[in-house]
């Protein structure tokens, strides 16, 4: 029994080891990634980005394998809600299926329910958060659609004992008490990497408007702040407009063609979430105006836009590997783990910028359309 | 004057005959073989397009076919959960389970009211996700195209149901979603020399397969601008857009390409099918070089069998005619044989008489001759037999007496020159044992006048210095002959008066 007890201990420890530095080796692959995104435009300026296939390719990592883990049940029952019906967070699901059909491939039946309003809203989440709390779900999961809303409903659940956990793009408030985040840890950089292409584009000059997503989702809203940020830095630089368009791709186009009627002579736009970057590009197009336009996503129709230069770059993240982290996160969540060895507290997925020249090869590797 | 044709005529005539007639059947093989090809390639020309619509016609049916094939099991599939008495959404997942096992709808799912996705393992909000979801659901079948990030293409058939409630929640419609991988693996039925693909309306490939090296993966308008005409390609795009099917053919690199289009049904896809013409005109030219090939060995083979043919035949021909000349010497000899022989005796006649005496005068004038000597005999009372006995009993005696001059002369050459008259040459051996021969014959005969036997009376000479001619010679055997037949009368011997 004794040495039973041992032997269990050096083999628990032999595991979490090797999770342990395959997790730091990942971390530091993506940084290495990140670090490398330097090349020029097809103007030959210095940007973000690469035109290099390898580059691209490895914006979105499609091929997933689970960790060795070893779950503890062979069932699991988890509840997603996230901000809104959009196809950003469809790719999201694709990467949380891969995940499932790997656990059941192990003999492990993971259900699961990912829910969402048609319109972005803090209190439809509220509503489904209580919902989901009397139901039985072994972690519940949540995309915050306003972190002053939902935050403290999250600690509410957790001292109630529910195993929460954040995803995608918008982490709790800090201090909030839930589990892990899985998704982008760096919303506040990537608005500042677009904002900065974009005045670099413009020569470090000129005015320009932010098309953000809806009113206190935190992934849109520290885009704006970063990008708010960047133009504060620049004396040449004007912001002349900051609109929310909940994420409606028809009230992006909409708000953008008032901001051309106020001001014609508009140089550019940054777009914060999926949906600001189609519908603008819809209206500038229409417009025929050179407005520059930088924005967020792989929506395939930006990415059309990317490729005939009606955008100027996009910030692509990875939804693929956000949705599989996320169930392999929610498994050991269930299973009592904290953060530390097993899974970070914050697991953070890239952002990718991409250029015209990238974009035929982003819709080859996101939509098999070139 | 008519002229004969001869050997040699016979041989020039049949060896130039067969060499045109070859010649003739090589240069109509070949022409033949140079028509059909150019035939068969005038036909594949106006028949390829034909072949085109049909590929793409079938491909198009075999999609339409798996679709109402999908149809078909949905329904069955909400049959089989209307009838389980299913109360809870995990026993509407295991329901699920089962009928992606038992019909083989991998991506079976139920919508409810709300829009709502239920799958074996998951419930998710479908709005964005799938386009018949995307407004308001109509109530009717839907054919759709999804797009999936990071994935192929998959075809969305949705399907309205009955309303069914289950656990409180309302389930409106049913769907299944078939990767374009396995529609393309179904289609993947014929030759490797053509090509297809699935377009959508605006010229996109839905199905990632090659159209070819040209226009390979890409959208088929982007890759046919400023290779077709302006208006032929204003015209198949909006052929496109209005579901319509239609040829186009092009040229890149100096290589002709045909596509053919063809909508297929309850879908907004296009199969398209391309064939170069190359493949074809390659195809034509190996079926054609195998055909001439074929041809050549087979006037190969009938020209060495047949110059075969004619070395035999002519071998025949001279072994033939060896034979009708041995035949015909032969013939000459028996007929020669029989002009000089005589028929009652068989010893040679007076017509080889005539030809010895002839060739024996000759060499008697060249001096060529040393030892010769003529025997005369006559039989004694052939004409008293013949008279009183008749003519068989006279052709005995003939006979007898022969055989008697012969079994004597036995190095010598008998002649009968007349009814009872027959002569004797003797050279050589024959001529220096004469007068043994003579005595010896005259006993027996002197003996047959007393037994009433055939008597014969012989005179002979041999050839003196003096003698021009044979005649010299024989005339004064003859003498001796006349003399001795008095002789032989007076010892008794039949004597004609």
Same mark, same amino acid.
């Given at each position: ?189 990537? !608005? ?23 009113? !206190? ?85 930006? $990415? ?9 770059? $996009? ?56 | ?153 998959? %075809? ?312 021009? %001619? ?28």
């Amino acid at each position: 029994m004794k040495y039973s007890f041992i032997k269990n201990g050096i083999t628990s420890f032999v595991l979490l080891a090797a999770v342990f530095l395959s997790s730091c080796s990942m971390a530091s692959s993506r940084i290495a990634s990140d670090e490398g995104k330097v090349s020029t435009d097809s103007e030959g300026e210095a940007k973000t980005g690469s035109a290099s296939t390898d580059f691209v390719s490895s914006a979105v990592d499609f091929n997933h394998e689970l960790d060795q883990y070893k779950p503890k049940k062979d069932r699991y029952n988890f509840y997603f809600t996230y901000k809104t019906v959009h196809p950003w967070w469809d790719a999201v699901a694709l990467g949380m299926e891969d995940a499932q059909r790997q656990y059941l491939e192990r003999g492990i039946t993971i259900t699961y329910e990912y829910m969402a309003p048609d319109v972005a809203s803090a209190e439809d989440q509220k509503k489904r958060l209580f919902a989901a709390k009397a139901g039985d779900f072994d972690v519940i999961g949540v995309d915050v659609a306003d972190d002053a809303i939902i935050s403290p409903i999250l600690d509410e659940m957790v001292d109630s004992g529910i195993k929460v956990m954040t995803f995608s793009s918008s982490d709790a408030a800090s201090g909030c008490k839930r589990i892990a985040y899985v998704g982008n840890t760096h919303n506040y950089e990537d !608005g500042k990497d677009l904002t900065e292409a974009l005045c670099k584009k413009l020569g470090y000059k000129g005015k320009v408007a932010i098309l953000v997503g809806s009113v !206190g989702a935190p992934c849109h809203e520290d885009r704006a702040k970063g990008a708010k940020a960047t133009i504060a830095e620049y004396p040449d630089m004007e912001i002349v407009a900051t609109e929310y368009d909940m994420d409606s791709v028809d009230l992006a186009y909409d708000l953008t063609m008032k901001i051309l009627n106020d001001y014609p002579n508009l140089d550019g736009i940054i777009c914060c979430n999926m949906s600001n970057p189609v519908g603008a590009a819809r209206a500038i197009t229409e417009r025929g105006s050179n407005t520059v336009i930088v924005g967020m996503d792989h929506d395939q129709e930006a $990415l059309h836009y990317l490729k005939d230069g009606t955008i100027y770059c $996009l910030g692509v993240q990875d939804c693929y590997s956000i949705g599989f982290d996320t169930i392999q996160t929610a498994v050991k969540i269930a299973d009592g783990n904290k953060p530390g060895v097993l899974f970070q507290e914050k697991t953070d997925e890239a952002t990718t910028v991409i250029y015209q020249d990238d974009a035929s090869i982003m819709l080859d590797i996101l939509y098999g359309d070139d | 004057m008519k002229k004969q044709i001869t050997r040699k005529t016979f041989i020039v005539t049949a060896v130039v005959g067969g060499i045109v007639l070859m010649a003739l059947v090589i240069i109509n093989a070949i022409v033949s073989a140079r028509q059909t090809t150019t035939a068969t390639n005038e036909a594949v020309a106006e028949v390829s397009s034909f072949y085109l619509e049909a590929m793409a016609d079938r491909r198009a049916k075999t999609i339409t076919n798996l679709i109402n094939k999908n149809f078909y099991q949905m329904e069955i599939a909400v049959d089989y959960i209307s009838n389980e008495g299913i109360e809870s959404e995990e026993e509407l997942r295991n329901a699920i389970g089962d009928i992606k096992r038992l019909l083989s709808l991998d991506r079976f799912a139920l919508v409810d009211k709300d829009k709502i996705v239920h799958t074996q393992y998951t419930t998710y909000a479908g709005g964005s996700r799938h386009a018949f979801l995307s407004g308001e659901m109509t109530g009717h079948r839907s054919v759709s195209t999804v797009s999936i990030y990071g994935s192929s293409k998959q %075809l969305c058939l949705a399907s309205p149901m009955d309303e069914l409630t289950i656990d409180g929640k309302q389930y409106v419609a049913c769907f299944v979603q078939i990767d374009v991988g396995e529609i393309i693996d179904l289609l993947a039925f014929d030759d490797n020399r053509t090509y297809f693909g699935l377009y959508g309306k605006k010229g996109e490939n839905l199905s990632g397969t090659k159209l070819g090296a040209f226009v390979s993966t890409h959208n088929l308008f982007e890759a046919l601008q400023g290779i077709v005409p302006e208006d032929t390609w204003t015209e198949n795009r909006d052929n496109f857009l209005k579901a319509m099917d239609g040829i186009i053919s092009f040229n890149v690199n100096g290589m002709e390409e045909t596509l053919c289009y063809v909508p297929i049904e309850d879908t907004d896809w296009m199969m398209v099918v391309l064939i170069r013409e190359s493949d074809i005109q390659d195809r034509i030219r190996s079926i054609s070089e195998k055909s001439l090939l074929m041809s050549k060995r087979q006037i190969a083979f009938t020209l060495g069998f047949s110059a075969l043919f004619f070395l035999v035949l002519l071998y025949m021909s001279k072994a033939l005619a060896q034979k009708d000349l041995e035949v015909e010497k032969k013939n000459a000899q028996n007929f020669r044989n029989m002009a000089n022989t005589d028929s009652m005796t068989g010893v040679r006649n007076k017509h080889a008489y005539s030809e010895m005496e002839a060739h024996l005068n000759a060499r008697i004038r060249q001096n060529e001759i040393d030892k010769l000597a003529i025997v005369v005999c006559d039989i004694n009372g052939l004409k008293i037999v013949n008279d009183t006995m008749g003519h068989a009993a006279g052709d005995r005696l003939i006979k007898e007496a022969c055989s008697l001059i012969c079994e004597y002369f036995t190095h010598g050459a008998v002649y009968r020159i007349g009814g009872d008259e027959f002569v004797v040459i003797l050279q050589e051996k024959g001529f220096d044992s004469l007068k043994d021969v003579i005595t010896e014959i005259n006993h027996v005969i002197e003996e047959n006048v007393k037994k009433k036997k055939a008597v014969v009376s012989i005179g002979y000479s041999e050839l003196t210095p003096d003698d021009q %001619l044979v005649r010299d010679v024989f005339e004064r055997a003859d003498q001796m002959m006349y003399q001795r037949k008095l002789q032989l009368k007076q010892m008794g011997a039949p004597t004609r008066a």
